[in-house]
């Protein structure tokens, strides 16, 4: 599975750089993404990333904003925690019904997989 990209993905800056830090990363890639300064086939790409750095950036450019984004950013790792944690115990009926086969199989399995077993004819 993917990972998403985070705010600080996106801006190339690690989780607790400083504001300073984050403006500078922001300022640096808008400049060099803004779609004025592409050429003309370039336009419609710089023109996606260019958005998304402003999305990002406007998440994360205030200390309250940052403070919410990061507290979004745990609620969502807890809750991809809490889903794998569902499909496991969804599989539950299903890991009790194998263990019934293997159960009532295993020793038909075994018997017929051992090597001591003489034939008779």
């Known amino acids: ?6 705010s600080y993905d996106i801006l190339n800056v690690s989780a607790n750089a400083s504001q300073a830090d984050i403006h500078s990363a922001y300022r640096r890639l808008a400049m060099a993404w803004h779609p004025d300064r592409q050429i003309p086939s370039n336009r419609d790409r710089a023109d996606k990333n260019f958005k998304l750095l402003q999305d990002a950036y406007n998440k994360i450019k205030s200390p309250q904003d940052r403070d919410a984004y990061n507290q ?11 889903d794998q944690n569902q499909i496991v115990n969804d599989n539950a009926p299903l890991k009790s019904l194998l263990d019934t086969l293997e159960t009532m199989f295993w020793p038909i399995a075994r ?3 051992t090597p001591d077993r003489k034939e008779t004819k």
Do not use: D, G
């Open 1 to 6: 599975m993917k990972k998403a990209l985070t």
């Open 72 to 82: 979004w950013l745990r609620s969502r790792t807890n809750r991809v925690i809490m």
């Open 111 to 113: 018997k017929n997989t």
